[in-house]
């Protein structure tokens, strides 16, 4: 049964059986599991594409912010599959930026990279189950099909109901789609506005394995915060939607979803949101300016309005000085504020 949106309470699966694993994937979900009764444990999960810009870096703070006023742990993971957008010595800079900051994880540092089997074990269990089907569709008919208004498309089903052909044709593979079943995918939300999305007409079949052969991003994350027993997903409301197609991969494997709290954005003078592609300002202008972490922890944590305008404090000293109640109220009144079109 889908926890019913807004409420507190984790979203548990059991409407849909799982399908057969592997007695290993058992047992990396059961772990999951474990961990998750534990106690809190969030992440942040960047990948290394370039420098971070400081949207990115106030989302690192905001995440280690929720989950050590739970007592929780906090993971850092790098999302380093795709592998041609990586660039070198992007992943030790985001180390070094978020070291520099003082947020520090617990625990070794966690690569996708190095989870392909995991993600891979998952993938053949649920082709076996029956649940995938390869399609064909080039990127130009998918783009024709695309929503007025700049709204996401959603993909129409064209190859679900034709004889699989999973091999190569003129030299191209076929993308791996999860059939999904029709009805509401809902998920606890904190911040925005209630997490539930038809899976038909909002959602549409979920690509797994991409036509070049590259894991999805919604599967390796949909898979990562079960099998770590994740709690709290902090991350930037520009990934609001994204929450659908990994909570019909969660709810195909069964377990316990995260609770989101999907933040607003950070936008520069004009409006826009900030990008690594167009190199918004991240940390290195600020330290050769002479600015210090504690100035540079000040800036982030006013831009939402958690301490006045020219504040300086260590990200300790924010964490002594707030609570999870008066983070979670600020933090959804500005996502109230800023939901809208441009960004969910």
Same mark, same amino acid.
């Given at each position: 049964?889908?926890q019913?949106?807004?409420?507190?309470? *984790?979203a548990?699966?059991?409407?849909?059986? @799982?399908?057969?694993?592997?007695?290993?994937? =058992?047992?990396q979900?059961?772990?999951?599991?474990?961990?998750?009764?534990?106690?809190p444990?969030?992440?942040?999960?960047?990948?290394?594409?370039?420098?971070?810009h400081?949207?990115?870096?106030?989302?690192?703070?905001?995440?280690w912010?929720?989950?050590?006023l739970?007592?929780?742990?906090? +993971?850092?993971?790098?999302d380093? !599959?795709?592998? @041609?957008?990586?660039?070198?010595?992007?992943?030790?800079?985001?180390? *070094? #930026?978020?070291? /520099?900051?003082?947020?520090?994880?617990?625990?070794?540092?966690i690569?996708q990279?190095?989870r392909?089997?995991?993600? %891979?074990?998952? !993938?053949?269990? +649920?082709?076996?189950?029956?649940?995938?089907?390869?399609?064909?569709?080039?990127?130009?008919?998918?783009?024709?099909?695309?929503?007025?208004?700049?709204?996401?498309?959603?993909?129409?089903?064209?190859? =679900?109901? +034709?004889?699989?052909r999973?091999?190569?044709?003129q030299? =191209?593979l @076929?993308? /791996?789609?999860?059939?999904?079943e029709?009805g509401?995918l809902? /998920?606890t939300?904190?911040?925005?506005?209630?997490?539930?999305?038809?899976?038909?007409?909002?959602v549409?079949?979920?690509?797994?394995?991409?036509?070049?052969?590259?894991l999805?991003?919604?599967? %390796?994350?949909?898979?990562?915060e079960?099998?770590?027993?994740?709690?709290d997903?902090?991350?930037? +409301?520009?990934? /609001?939607?994204?929450?659908?197609?990994?909570?019909?991969?969660?709810r195909?494997?069964?377990?316990t979803?995260?609770?989101f709290?999907?933040?607003?954005l950070?936008?520069?003078?004009?409006?826009?949101r900030?990008?690594k592609r167009?190199?918004?300002g991240?940390?290195a202008?600020?330290?050769? *300016?002479? =600015?210090t972490?504690?100035?540079v922890?000040?800036?982030? *944590?006013?831009?939402?309005?958690?301490?006045p305008?020219?504040?300086?404090l260590?990200a300790?000293?924010?964490?002594?000085?707030? #609570?999870?109640?008066?983070?979670?109220?600020?933090? %959804?009144r500005?996502?109230?504020?800023?939901? #809208?079109?441009?960004?969910?």
């Open positions: 049964m889908i019913p949106p807004g409420r507190p309470e *984790a548990l699966f059991h409407a849909v059986s @799982p399908p057969v694993l592997s007695e290993g994937l =058992r047992q979900l059961a772990l999951g599991e474990q961990r998750r009764r534990q106690g444990r969030g992440r942040y999960a960047p990948s290394p594409t370039g420098p971070l400081l949207g990115n870096l106030r989302t690192a703070l905001l995440s912010l929720v989950t050590r739970q007592g929780g742990e906090w +993971l850092l993971r790098i380093d !599959l795709d592998t @041609p957008r990586n660039r070198p010595g992007a992943e030790e800079r985001i180390l *070094a #930026d978020l070291a /520099w900051l003082g947020l520090a994880w617990d625990g070794p540092l690569r990279s190095e392909r089997g995991l993600y %891979a074990g998952v !993938l053949s269990s +649920l082709r076996r189950a029956g649940d995938l089907y390869p399609c064909r569709c080039s990127r130009r008919l998918l783009a024709d099909i695309s929503a007025p208004h700049g709204a996401a498309p959603v993909y129409p089903g064209f190859c =679900r109901g +034709l004889a699989p999973w091999g190569p044709e030299g =191209r @076929p993308s /791996w789609r999860l059939a999904l029709p509401t809902g /998920w939300e904190r911040l925005a506005r209630p997490g539930v999305l038809d899976a038909s007409r909002e549409g079949d979920v690509v797994l394995r991409r036509a070049d052969g590259f999805a991003y919604h599967l %390796a994350t949909a898979v990562d079960l099998t770590l027993g994740i709690t997903v902090v991350r930037g +409301l520009d990934l /609001w939607a994204a929450t659908g197609p990994q909570m019909a991969v969660m195909r494997l069964g377990g979803a995260p609770q709290w999907h933040v607003p950070w936008r520069d003078g004009t409006g826009q900030l990008s167009e190199g918004s991240g940390l202008p600020l330290r050769q *300016a002479g =600015r972490p504690a100035e922890v000040g800036l982030l *944590a006013a831009s939402v309005e958690l301490v305008e020219g504040s300086c260590s300790l000293e924010l964490l002594q000085e707030t #609570d999870l109640d008066s983070l979670r109220g600020q933090l %959804a500005l996502a109230q504020q800023r939901s #809208d079109a441009a960004e969910i």
